[in-house]
């Protein structure tokens, strides 16, 4: 990416090299998944071109009618969404990195050697490097703080042009295998060329990525050493784990950092004059203020090219230790039933000696259970008798996949006679 033009009163090394880092130093631009095009000040077009077959029998005299090919012309836009970095800081606390640099008297930023502003700034820049690599992959434009452009996974979720996996499930061991699998089955025949295949890249979480190296680890012949990493490959084609990619997401796309990637982000350091400030917050206070004005945004090239397997929604099911429903024959809970409210009473006369009680699961594959005794979803349970005053029913669910569990309680208070 070209070095941008500093457009700052405090011109220097250090400015530009946090203005590049801001914006680039992040795990999907730093691997070369992303191309950057930098300086937009409005919007960019992004022209997409396509032919189909062209080649046909030699004829002396074509005419319009033995035209073949319908070339496909369009374009996406880039267009870069106004942000701000701003904090507040006290100099005095990062003393022990400018003392040694810094005459006697007042700090005064301007004066400091380029080398303690670029330990000072250095500490911040990580911070917003680390928040701009999620928005390029998660973020979601909108009117609300913290809605600044659409990410790339927002783009291809929304896409009804990305092919998508059918039936997805939560990613585990068991089948991660066969979940790259169905994603490689859906590429495009000419993506699965050697020419383009070094490019085609699965991206996935750095959890899913570790549940590949486990199986691959565990199979006879085929893994290395338990204390060394396998190769993040699977079939040929870069297994790419990236921090901020959420889990039970794999992506398949051509990724490069040049122009011919279906990854794309438009950056710009804004119109603004002052595009980084540093300076006291007040004239007789001791804390600056750190600012930072710059635009960003991403999209997607050819749609069609790129494969989704998005089981997040089934994971969040199989992680639920919800009910949709419970009810108990002796009266009315207190208060209404509600999924997420866990305790509830009932107050019942002195002349009603049992209840049963009945759930539903929220899940299939859920285990619930009364006390130790396990419970049929939708069915009542085995009547259970009532003593004089508080009698507390405990109702367990364990999530289908396993993982999580959680009670519901309810106290049924039988009056005195």
Not at 24 to 42: A, L
Not at 243 to 254: H, T
Request: glycine residues 6%; contains cysteine; hydrophobic residues 40%.
């Amino acid at each position: 990416m070209p070095n941008p033009v500093i457009q700052s009163t405090y011109a220097g090394e250090v400015l530009e090299q946090m203005l590049v880092r801001a914006t680039t130093g992040n795990e999907i631009v730093e691997g070369g998944h992303i191309h950057i095009q930098p300086n937009i000040k409005q919007e960019f077009t992004i022209p997409r071109l396509r032919a189909g077959k062209m080649l046909q029998k030699r004829k002396e005299q074509p005419t319009e009618n033995d035209s073949k090919g319908e070339f496909k012309i369009d374009e996406k836009k880039l267009v870069p969404q106004d942000m701000m970095a701003f904090t507040t800081f006290n100099p005095r606390l990062f003393e022990h990195i400018w003392k040694p640099f810094q005459s006697e008297g007042n700090l005064v930023f301007r004066e400091l050697s380029p080398e303690v502003q670029n330990q000072l700034l250095a500490e911040m820049a990580k911070v917003l490097t680390f928040e701009l690599g999620y928005e390029y992959i998660n973020g979601v434009k909108g009117d609300d703080e913290g809605k600044y452009f659409d990410g790339i996974l927002t783009r291809i979720v929304s896409s009804a042009s990305v092919k998508q996996v059918s039936n997805p499930q939560a990613i585990q061991e068991s089948n991660i295998l066969n979940v790259f699998k169905s994603v490689i089955k859906l590429l495009p025949k000419p993506l699965k060329g050697q020419k383009f295949k070094k490019n085609v890249k699965l991206f996935c979480s750095v959890e899913d990525a570790e549940s590949y190296d486990y199986v691959l680890t565990e199979k006879p012949y085929k893994g290395v050493d338990y204390t060394n990493m396998n190769p993040e490959r699977f079939k040929g084609y870069q297994v790419i784990p990236l921090a901020d990619w959420p889990k039970d997401v794999v992506v398949a796309a051509y990724a490069t950092s040049g122009v011919d990637s279906n990854f794309w982000a438009g950056v710009d350091y804004a119109n603004d004059g002052d595009v980084i400030q540093i300076d006291k917050l007040t004239n007789a206070g001791e804390k600056y203020f750190f600012k930072m004005l710059l635009k960003a945004d991403t999209n997607i090239v050819f749609d069609e090219d790129i494969v989704l397997y998005d089981g997040r929604t089934e994971s969040a099911a199989a992680k639920s230790t919800l009910l949709s429903d419970l009810a108990v024959s002796a009266g009315d809970l207190t208060p209404e039933f509600d999924p997420e409210i866990r305790q509830y009473s009932v107050n019942v006369a002195n002349a009603v000696a049992n209840t049963t009680i009945t759930t539903s699961g929220e899940t299939e594959g859920q285990v619930i259970k009364l006390g130790g005794t396990a419970l049929t979803s939708g069915t009542a349970s085995a009547v259970q008798a009532l003593e004089v005053g508080d009698n507390i029913f405990t109702i367990s669910v364990l999530s289908a996949d396993k993982t999580d569990a959680d009670v519901y309680l309810v106290t049924v208070k039988r009056a005195e006679a």
